[in-house]
Each structure stands twice: as structure tokens, then as C-alpha cells.
Antibody, heavy 120, light 108 residues
């Protein structure tokens, strides 16, 4: 069974870059896409972006100017970089596996999440 | 953007109850709705996809229905482990997913 694990700094200063890595184990990265979702404390879920193993990406329009996703299939990992962070970027960040069932899609495997706080 | 509105935002129920959650989309999205369960401090878990299809391993007391703009998630005979927050999500505009704000199910 696939497992996902986020890693990265828990504290980032305002205006700096938030960097996270997701390690994927127990399964192939092929045939799926790999997403990041975040959740501010006590709030709902926000889709950040996704990447395929080919490197093709899709980004949330609200984050597109600050966001870069990348993938390294040789290491079975994908990563997120979000620049110029503010307190509004404070959240639990999840890495997530997505798949298509016919013409629809769903997010079926989630990492445990990592809290990133933006503060000086 | 498609908005997903869940109601109520919270509800109380007892073990053994039958409970229904509602999710409404701001425009028709066919059956492109998924439901997730999230327990405190944990990641969401996929329960139902394509509005009605039970994800592998999910107990049969969970069921989903709906099409177009109105969707429901039903739990028959609530179990203690079902007390959690439930989110709907639309995949009509994949990859630009949007989620409902969640319904928190609490023990009465």
C-alpha cells in the first residue's frame, strides 16, 4: 500500500520560500498524479497544484505566480516551493495521490500532513 | 469557480442513528463529487467517489447519492469511529478542485 510522507521546515519567515518534499513509498508513481493540498487551522481544504511523473503541472490560479512543483521519479519524491510567503500561507500541507476513474478523478492516498507556520 | 456548500456546518447524533450530510454545487457538475472523512489531527480519507461509488475498504454503512447540483452522504447506524468532519469535493473542473467547508459530526 502506498505511503506518502511530507518533510520540510515547520517555520518559515515572511517573504522567504516554503519548501516541502513528499516521499512516496510502497508503490509506483506512474499512472497517478501527485498533488498538494493545504488546510489552515480549523478551516477547509485548499487545492494547491498537481504534477505528473512527466513533469506536467497544474497550479491554483491564486498561487500560480509563487508556486513551483517538481518531481524526481528516481527518488520517488515530488516537491513544492512557494515563494514570498506571508502569514496567510500558514497551514497544514498535505501531499496527496490522485487518480482518474473514467472522466472523473479523486484523491485516494494522503500524507499525514505537515504544519508550516510563517512567522518572524 | 464552482462553489461547494455543505449543510449544516455541524450536527449532533447518537450511536446507531442514521445521518445525512448535504452538499450543493453552484452549478451542475453531473456526478463529479467525492466525499472525504477527516478525524482530528489526521489526513482526510476518501470515502466515496463519483457521487455513489464506495472506495475500497470503506464500510457499507456509508452511501452517497445525487447528481447535478445536489448531493448527499448517508451513514446508517452511526458507529463511534464515525464522529469526524466530512468534506465534499467537486472534480468537474479537474484539476481545479474545490471542497465544501465541511460538516462536523459530534456525539450527542
Amino acid at each position: 500500500q502506498v505511503q506518502l510522507q511530507e518533510s520540510g521546515p515547520g517555520l518559515v519567515k515572511p517573504s522567504e520560500t516554503l519548501s516541502l518534499i513528499c516521499n512516496v513509498s510502497g508503490g509506483s508513481m506512474s499512472s497517478y498524479y501527485w498533488s498538494w493540498i493545504r488546510q489552515p487551522a480549523g478551516k477547509g481544504l485548499e487545492w494547491i497544484g498537481r504534477i505528473y511523473t512527466s513533469g506536467t503541472t497544474n497550479y491554483s490560479p491564486s498561487l500560480k505566480s509563487r508556486l513551483t512543483l517538481s518531481v524526481d521519479t528516481s527518488k520517488n519524491q515530488f516537491s513544492l516551493k512557494l515563494t514570498s510567503v506571508t502569514a496567510a500561507d500558514t497551514a497544514v500541507y498535505y501531499c496527496v495521490r490522485g487518480y482518474y476513474y473514467g472522466s472523473g478523478s479523486a484523491l485516494d492516498s494522503w500524507g499525514q500532513g505537515t504544519l508550516v507556520t510563517v512567522s518572524s | 469557480d464552482i462553489q461547494m456548500t455543505q449543510s449544516p456546518s455541524s450536527l449532533s447524533a447518537s450511536v446507531g442513528d442514521r445521518i445525512t450530510f448535504t452538499c450543493r454545487a453552484s452549478q451542475s457538475i453531473s456526478n463529479y463529487v467525492n466525499w472525504y472523512q477527516q478525524k482530528p489531527g489526521k489526513a482526510p480519507k476518501l470515502l466515496i467517489y463519483a457521487a455513489t461509488t464506495l472506495q475500497s475498504g470503506v464500510p457499507s454503512r456509508f452511501s452517497g447519492s445525487g447528481s447535478g447540483t445536489d448531493f448527499t452522504l448517508t451513514i446508517t447506524s452511526l458507529q463511534p469511529e464515525d464522529f469526524a468532519t466530512y468534506f465534499c469535493q467537486q472534480s468537474y473542473t479537474t484539476p481545479l478542485y474545490t471542497f465544501g467547508q465541511g460538516t462536523k459530526l459530534e456525539i450527542k
